[in-house]
């Protein structure tokens, strides 16, 4: 089993819809919750970085922690075509440094 | 601030032929990663180095792979021999701490073996 499973996608919505994109995880040793952007040919650039249980907003972007459940959720308001990219969820323990990647899913807005 | 830069961006060799890929961080920046992604697949962490110690190699093949990084600074990472299941875009990133929590990616060098 994979410690971080992520839906596949490929996920195509139309401008303005909400976006929901959703990692779940084994290992009870992650506490830190990180969600990248990757365009096409790029590497990833972090988006948001979450620690406690909840919701934490920036922007049209809000990322959902429930440790409970060990499920995290990234929701993105308002979708527009410059949001297409490949969106991974990344997470870590309290020990070292080292991120384990969820496999990406690819979003397309469509105009 | 400049990113993280990484040469050559693209390489295509024969299998069981040697490559090397070379990584500049941010200026400043103690920890530096080396990442592989395979296509449709997240980045799996190869090694990170602490300065230019070497903290985590678990997940490097280290009969083929190597890497250093000099003075503390620019990295190469290395393949001898090329297999097939090398092919993969390899990701150098770098944070300013050691925690890993703000990590910088650069573009990547994508590597096809034949």
């Known amino acids: 089993q994979k410690e971080v499973e992520q839906d596949p996608g490929p996920l195509s919505v139309p401008e303005g819809a909400i976006v929901s994109l959703n990692c779940t995880y084994s290992?009870?040793?992650?506490?830190?919750f990180m969600w990248y952007r990757q365009y096409s040919r790029k590497g990833p650039e972090l988006l948001m970085y979450t620690y406690s249980s909840g919701n934490k907003e920036d922007g049209r972007f809000t990322a959902q922690v429930d440790k409970s459940s060990k499920y995290i959720s990234l929701f993105i308001r308002d979708s527009q075509p410059s949001d297409s990219a490949t969106y991974l969820c990344?997470?870590?323990?309290?020990?070292?440094?080292?991120?384990?990647f969820g496999e990406g899913t690819q979003l397309t807005v469509n105009p | 601030e400049a990113g993280v830069a990484q040469s050559p961006r693209y390489k295509i060799i024969e299998k069981r032929q040697s490559v090397a890929f070379w990584c500049n961080p941010i200026s400043g920046h103690a920890t530096l990663y080396w990442y592989q992604q395979i296509l449709g697949q997240g980045p799996k962490l190869l090694i990170q180095?602490?300065?230019?110690?070497?903290?985590?190699d678990s997940q490097l093949p280290k009969d083929r792979f190597s890497a250093e990084r000099l003075k503390g600074v620019d990295s190469t990472l290395k393949i001898q021999p090329a297999k097939l299941e090398d092919s993969a875009v390899y990701l150098c990133?770098?944070?300013?701490?050691?925690?890993?929590?703000?990590?910088?990616f650069g573009p990547g060098t994508r590597l096809t073996v034949l």
């Open positions: 990344a997470m870590k323990g309290t020990s070292g440094s080292r991120l384990t």
């Open positions: 290992n009870s040793a992650f506490q830190y």
């Open positions: 990133a770098s944070s300013p701490g050691w925690t890993g929590d703000t990590q910088y």
């Open positions: 180095f602490q300065n230019n110690g070497v903290v985590d």
